[in-house]
């Protein structure tokens, strides 16, 4: 499948290009700054195009042979971003906030959501010997329940990858995801550090727009590996199938 990349004009109104004051920004960011404009560093979206092609073709090739990617975002402005485009997806995420442990310790976190399926189960049956006190009071805490674990609870083994939304906010995804030795990806503003992870896209990571277009992006590019993958299954099927008819006529 082909990658359409947005023009440097849709980028630039998008407010892809604004990065943090000079005094926020890492050294290690240099290479992808234009330039400084009233202080606050410039991105230099060329820079932004040539990763977001080659993170873009990248996750077409992993997509295609069944890798997952944990997305994580939990910024107010951009969470539910991040949360369209991996539900668009069809892959896990964490918006709300990260939990201490869902990469170091899963087996704990898989069974804080086997309760929580559990209580739904419990409020879902009439017949269960619940007072409405107590139905009302298991009803509040699987609804906090629900904000930590509903993004993960169909993620029964570790994601193959991480794609990150300022790995600066998310430090804790990061550190994790390194003592388990699972390769990030992610968006970094001009405060990052870019070697920190392993697939980068140099683009402003605070602004609601800038994220929506990279997030937008990602995940119609995943919807289409998928596309092509259930394709490339049919005909291998078909195949099969002429092939055994084939067989049985000879």
Known sequence: ???????????????????????????????????????????????????????????????????????????????????DAAVKSEMPYIAQRWLGGILTNFETIRKGIKYLEDSEAKIADESSDLTKKE???????????????????????????????????????????????IPIVAVCDTDANPNKVDWFIPANDDAKSSVEIVMNLIAETIVGAKKDLEKKSDKVVEDKKDTKTEKSEE
């Open 135 to 181: 139905r009302t009071l298991l009803d509040k805490e699987v609804n906090k329940q629900k904000e930590i674990y509903d993004g993960i609870r169909k993620m029964k083994e570790l994601p193959d990858y991480l794609l990150i939304i300022d790995p600066v906010k998310e430090h804790n995804a990061v550190s994790e995801a390194k003592k388990k030795h």
């Open 1 to 83: 499948m082909s990658v359409k990349i947005p023009e440097i004009k849709e980028m630039f109104l998008a407010g892809m290009h604004f990065g943090h004051k000079k005094e926020h920004s890492h050294p290690k960011a240099k290479e992808y700054i234009f330039g400084l404009r009233d202080g606050v560093n410039v991105i230099d979206l060329t820079k932004t195009q040539e990763f977001l092609k080659l993170v873009l073709e990248f996750i077409v090739r992993e997509v295609k042979i069944g890798k997952v990617f944990l997305f994580v975002g939990t910024k107010k402005q951009i969470k539910q971003s991040v949360k």
